[in-house]
T-cell receptor
Framework: EAGVTQFPSHSVIEKGQTVTLRCDPISGHDNLYWYRRVMGKEIKFLLHFVKESKQDESGMPNNRFLAERTGGTYSTLKVQPAELEDSGVYFC??????????????FGSGTRLTVV | GNSVTQMEGPVTLSEEAFLTINCTYTATGYPSLFWYVQYPGEGLQLLLKATKADDKGSNKGFEATYRKETTSFHLEKGSVQVSDSAVYFCALKGSQGNLIFGKGTKLSVKP
């Protein structure tokens, strides 16, 4: 089966611009997660979708970040306007509903965002 | 709250050396524990996991044992290879299903 796909793989934008990251989960995976790693720090949870609904968005840093999951398929994460501290690697992950309690997920290769 | 602490890197070893990367956690109850690995230019991959106390996860020669007495899940490998060079992340599964990660430990193995 195809893995979790993220694009772009890299993005360099200027402060104040808008960037949209996309994640295509594994087909049939109801759960979709976004995480972020700021340079040298922990990978931190941003939010969790179950199908098209936001199950938990407690990790979203502020209202400049907007995540959507149209029709419960792919998801987008928009940053508007981008700030320097938004630079980092954004990971997406997906899992089947019945595995969520005890197992890890399948991660994408991440999008490296650099805000200059 | 839940948290994971892992040893600071970078760690540099010669090929065939023994590897230990320490990981301790703070959590309510007994969460599932994981080690993820990120090879250069690639995404996060699940390396191994343990879902209850005293479980030993193992994969590709790596092992980690879930120790509730010491709240630890140290990663070990008896003989590392150059191809093991990567960043290793310890993680636990939070009550909401999300993962809580440590800061990551970069391992470099020299021939």
């Amino acid at each position: 089966e195809a893995g979790v796909t993220q694009f772009p793989s890299h993005s360099v934008i200027e402060k104040g611009q808008t960037v949209t990251l996309r994640c295509d989960p594994i087909s049939g995976h109801d759960n979709l997660y976004w995480y972020r790693r700021v340079m040298g720090k922990e990978i931190k949870f941003l939010l969790h979708f179950v199908k098209e609904s936001k199950q938990d968005e407690s990790g979203m840093p502020n209202n400049r970040f907007l995540a959507e999951r149209t029709g419960g398929t792919y998801s987008t994460l928009k940053v508007q306007p981008a700030e320097l501290e938004d630079s980092g690697v954004y990971f997406c992950a997906s899992s089947q509903h019945d595995r969520v309690l005890n197992y890890g997920y399948t991660f994408g290769s991440g999008t490296r965002l650099t805000v200059v | 709250g839940n948290s994971v602490t892992q040893m600071e890197g970078p760690v540099t070893l010669s090929e065939e050396a023994f590897l230990t990367i320490n990981c301790t956690y703070t959590a309510t109850g007994y969460p599932s524990l994981f080690w993820y690995v990120q090879y250069p230019g690639e995404g996060l991959q699940l390396l191994l996991k343990a879902t209850k106390a005293d479980d030993k996860g193992s994969n590709k020669g790596f092992e980690a044992t879930y120790r509730k007495e010491t709240t630890s899940f140290h990663l070990e490998k008896g003989s590392v290879q150059v191809s093991d060079s990567a960043v290793y992340f310890c993680a636990l599964k939070g009550s909401q299903g999300n993962l809580i990660f440590g800061k990551g430990t970069k391992l470099s193995v020299k021939p």
